[in-house]
């Protein structure tokens, strides 16, 4: 499978796409206003403690608190030695209000909910990820080679000193990796951590400490090792300063990296725009005929499977099987392009063969299979409904590039120019009843105020005669459909 990289870097804003065989896999979006925090380091100020949820709410400098769980909070060293210890302690006796702690942010904040914080940090580098409250040595399970994982292990725990305090764990980018690049990583690793902690005596609360790289060489240290033949990047400075990085960080990777010089706009060589555009919209249509309605709410996201124009050729089991077979496909590749997390509702079409259900659900968990983010699958049920969640560490595309609606304030519907116009015959009455006035002005939308004037002319005849005086309409252009006001006059 070929893998290339396309980065886009403009003055405010700088994206990468991350295509399998030509296909769009994954976007990935930073804008100066709205940089994901996740991985950034601060100093936070417990500012209430909350016995009753086993957490704490910090203040990081953001404009809503974070929140702090139990089992993301360090333990003390008295607290034993069980990995789920600090899970078992009352959150009054890991943290108390006022105090400082330095905290890592391990989910953005998303919609009303601020970010997710731990005090467990970790510290990435292109082999090993250090984390200094932890202790032992692992091994990525993308590394299955047996004397391999068994060299690099071994390896590690050469390298660590007598006594020295942290864990390490070893990523997938270091499968072959020489002993010396190791310890060069473990090196640098070690005064970062020296860095942050010097750092984090000096601020303030609420300051940050140490923040993630940005997106450019975020994407170059996540995903070369991944198998990435390309990277072109349409910027000159971005590509130098991406090229001194891999020849510091990544060695042998700088000659990937190039610099696209074309007049075209580098998003449109593989209409990566459009891509971006159809992953806004709620239907994703299938080669079949068939497609996706993809509904996604705060709570969860919902993800329906219909044949539409696809009628087959056999019998309807087949339409349904074969529909359903490449939705599973589909729906793996919308919940990396879309970034979906949190709890998702597959509702696949019917399927009474056992073998069919059977091989719908293992041609979802393989299309999964490439996706980083960490998913659970449940079992098809007998109404052909699979349930699974999918890590969510960042917005989804929607929410980064979308707002919630103006006129209907988010909610995906308004009311209707009849349902408001017998609002507005309940809120003259009501209003007749409780003030004098010589006439009453209705100021509402012109779809609503036409209505009044024609489909509902003989109710409004008879509304004026029951309130015994004249109403007046008027239009009023920036209203929504569902605004109006009963003015008295």
């Not at 690099?152 to 020489?178: F, M, P, W």
């Not at 996706?371 to 007998?382: I, N, Y």
Request: charged share 25%; with cysteine; proline share 3%.
């Amino acid at each position: 499978m070929s893998t290339e990289i396309f980065l886009n870097v403009a003055p405010r804003e700088v994206r990468a796409a991350l295509l399998e065989d030509g296909v769009v896999q994954e976007i990935h979006i930073e804008r100066p206003s709205r940089r994901g925090l996740v991985g950034h380091l601060y100093k936070g100020r417990v500012s209430r403690v909350l016995p009753g949820m086993q957490a704490a709410f910090v203040e990081i400098g953001l404009e809503r608190t974070a929140f702090l769980h139990a089992s993301d909070i360090a333990r003390p060293a008295s607290a034993g030695s069980a990995p789920d210890a600090a899970a078992l302690l009352d959150v009054r006796r890991l943290v108390s209000e006022g105090e400082d702690v330095l905290v890592q942010v391990i989910k953005d904040p998303i919609g009303t909910k601020g970010a997710r914080l731990t005090t467990y940090v970790s510290l990435p580098s292109k082999y090993v990820v250090y984390m200094p409250q932890g202790s032992g040595v692992g091994v990525s399970s993308r590394i299955n080679e047996e004397g391999e994982r068994q060299r690099l292990k071994t390896l590690i725990a050469s390298l660590v000193a007598e006594g020295a305090a942290g864990a390490y764990i070893v990523r997938t980018a270091a499968q072959g990796a020489s002993d010396e690049g190791l310890r060069e990583d473990m090196a640098y690793l070690q005064k970062l951590w020296l860095h942050v902690r010097a750092r984090n005596l000096q601020a303030l609360a609420g300051q940050i400490v140490h923040e993630e790289l940005a997106l450019p060489l975020r994407i170059l240290r996540d995903e070369l090792a991944r198998g990435v033949e390309r990277v072109l990047v349409d910027s000159a400075a971005e590509h130098a300063r991406m090229v001194s990085f891999a020849e510091d960080f990544i060695p042998g990777a700088a000659s990937r990296i190039e610099l696209y010089t074309g007049t075209k706009p580098i998003f449109d060589l593989q209409a990566i725009d459009a891509e971006i555009s159809h992953a806004l919209d709620p239907k994703v249509v299938l080669k079949s005929g068939g497609h996706l309605m993809i509904d996604q709410t705060e709570a969860l996201t919902a993800i329906d499977v219909n044949t539409g124009a696809y009628v087959g050729h056999r019998n309807l089991e087949e339409t349904i099987y074969r529909t359903n077979l490449e939705a599973a496909g589909a729906i793996a590749r919308q919940l990396r392009l879309r970034n979906l997390g949190g709890i998702i509702i597959i509702d696949f079409i019917d399927m009474h063969d056992e073998a069919h259900r059977r091989q719908v659900l293992a041609t979802l968990e393989r299309a999964l299979a490439a996706d980083r983010a960490a998913t659970q699958l449940t079992s098809l049920s007998p109404l052909g409904v699979v349930e699974m969640t999918r890590k969510r560490t960042r917005e989804s595309l929607e929410q980064l590039l979308c707002e919630p609606c103006r006129t209907c304030q988010g909610r995906g519907f308004n009311k209707s120019a009849q349902t408001v116009c017998y609002e507005i015959f309940r809120e003259i009455v009501r209003q007749s009843r409780q003030l004098a006035s010589r006439e009453l002005l209705i100021l509402a939308h012109q779809d609503v105020v036409d209505r009044l004037l024609e489909e509902e002319a003989a109710a409004t005849a008879e509304l004026e005669s029951q309130v015994g005086r004249p109403i007046r309409f008027q239009g009023e252009a920036l209203y929504g459909v569902d605004q109006y006001d009963v003015v008295l006059v």
